[in-house]
């Protein structure tokens, strides 16, 4: 005669009101106290608890495996191979109730999904209510609107969408709340109304209470059956802050009924708009603003989308395969981060990028032992950039000098040919001074890095430290009633060395 496989029935004990304990449910808990059969609870921390003690079935419950472990998944893999090991051990079966419905927000039915059938054990779940059938009630909205559930001690800023009603169960207490406002706060304003559900559908437990999403863990009560309910917003202000709605300005701004504007633009007449805004950017940064940063970020960010949003329109890449591209990138050359690979500093990380890049060519078909050392810069860079880059490459293969006092003989060196072209008749020598000229410039770029200073950064504070100086110049003519056409180049001098020495300069 051959002996049954060993079993687990998960049973769901709803939400907490008896009226809706499922028939199916209740037969079985009543089987239960009749028979062998072992039943464990998750938690006695539930109403239907209750129910059990006044008809006196049996039970034993894992409250102990939350004192015992440091996390909840450490918790629920206890909890999971108790159950393994009682079922084995017990012929009439185990059933394991849980609260509210087993396949929502129940991370041991999970477990045991994925270890039952190897460990020869069979499964049964049957369902009972869900806290979410509650929600839906006692919240008052209907899910087909559109609606997401997320998990309290694990949300991501990424998986907020305004244009949802979401729900957000686990939320234990008042710690874990403060945690939950503060992401919500990245999607959300400050007094944006969400609500709290205290032991929804439980007959004098029950509380909803409306506040604004700053006072979220001022809310007293958070427990096992506590929710939170962010409604979906009415209101444009919240969708400023998801991309979709970036992207669904932009695809408006160039259809037939947006800006004739931006309808005419193409990706060459915008070439110099990118230029000029990645510029501006730049120029936040010298100055050390904020929030003339984030502006002009935002303005260099719509460059990008202009562009990817012309090609979605022929169907060659939306700005989406743009994003796709670049996560697999950044993971694909960050192994050190992402994979199991290691970098002790940043050197040793450009080592690794740069061979994945080699790598990545090869793949392409790319054969690179026929290419250039200096190939990858980009053409329209601007020239002492530029000169810094080909340097930079030149010298990962040796070409390069080894000492600064070379560097700076060489451009004594090329100093000398300019003044040799500078002498010559100037019908003459007009192209050697542009090239000699351009190697003087090119060597003190070679100077800059042997220093460690980015020329065009140098470069630019310098021209910020002549326009001060300058301007101070100017003040005084003012304030002395001159004009430069009344002044003499002693006098001009006279008041720079003064700029030396009493202006301030702003050198960010």
Not at 10 to 31: C, I, N
Not at 312 to 323: M, P, R
Not at 418 to 427: C, M, T
Request: proline share 4%; with cysteine.
């Amino acid at each position: 005669m051959s002996m049954s496989n060993p079993r687990i029935t998960v049973l769901g004990l709803g939400t907490g009101d008896e009226d809706q304990l499922t028939l199916g449910v209740w037969k079985k808990l009543q089987l239960a106290a009749k028979s062998q059969a072992k039943l464990f609870l998750r938690t006695k921390d539930h109403p239907m608890v209750q129910l059990l003690d006044a008809n006196q079935i049996p039970y034993e419950t894992f409250d102990a495996n939350y004192m015992s472990n440091e996390s909840f998944e450490g918790v629920y893999e206890s909890i999971a191979e108790e159950l393994i090991t009682a079922a084995t051990s017990h012929t009439a079966g185990v059933l394991y109730a849980v609260p509210g419905h087993p396949m929502v927000a129940e991370y041991t039915v999970q477990l045991l999904k994925q270890r039952c059938p190897s460990e020869g054990i069979e499964l049964q779940i049957t369902g009972g209510e869900s806290f979410l059938d509650q929600a839906f009630l006692r919240f008052g909205f209907d899910p087909i609107d559109g609606f997401q559930l997320l998990d309290a001690t694990s949300i991501s800023r990424y998986a907020l969408n305004p244009q949802l009603h979401t729900v957000i169960g686990q939320v234990y207490d008042t710690y874990t709340a403060s945690d939950l406002k503060i992401s919500l706060m990245d999607a959300y304003p400050d007094e944006y109304r969400v609500v709290v559900g205290h032991s929804l559908g439980v007959a004098g437990q029950e509380q909803i209470i409306e506040v604004p999403l700053h006072e979220l863990d001022h809310v007293k009560g958070y427990g096992n059956l506590s929710l939170v309910w962010v409604p979906r917003s009415e209101q444009e202000a919240p969708y400023y802050r998801t991309f979709g709605k970036l992207h669904e300005i932009v695809q408006t701004l160039r259809s037939p009924e947006g800006c004739p504007w931006d309808r005419e633009q193409t990706h060459e007449s915008l070439r110099k708009n990118l230029i000029e805004e990645a510029y501006e950017v730049l120029e936040t940064i010298d100055e050390d603003d904020p929030d003339h940063m984030c502006e002009e970020l935002g303005d260099l960010l719509l460059q990008v989308m202009l562009h990817a949003q012309m090609e979605e329109e022929i169907g060659t890449f939306s700005v989406y395969d743009v994003i796709a591209t670049l996560n697999e990138k950044l993971i694909r050359r960050h192994p050190h981060v992402f994979g199991e690979s290691k970098a002790d500093d940043a050197d040793e990380a450009l080592v690794n990028w740069n061979a994945i890049k080699v790598e990545e060519k090869r793949k392409k078909g790319i054969d690179v032992t026929k290419q250039s050392v200096l190939d990858g810069i980009p053409r329209e860079l601007p020239g002492l950039m530029k000169a810094l880059k080909l340097q930079k490459k030149a010298a990962t293969v040796g070409f390069d000098w080894t000492e600064l006092d070379d560097v700076l003989a060489k451009v004594e060196e090329e100093l000398v040919e300019l003044r040799e072209a500078i002498a010559k008749p100037v019908e003459e020598g007009a192209q050697e001074r542009r090239d000699e000229l351009g190697d003087v410039l090119f060597s003190i770029v070679n100077v800059a890095r042997f220093l460690k200073v980015d020329p065009e950064e140098a470069l630019a504070q310098t021209n910020r430290k002549f326009m001060q100086r300058f301007s101070y110049i100017e003040e005084q003519l003012r304030l002395k009633g001159l004009s430069f056409e009344q002044t003499g180049l002693s006098e001009m001098e006279q008041y720079w060395q003064e700029a030396k020495k009493v202006v301030k300069l702003d050198l960010r």
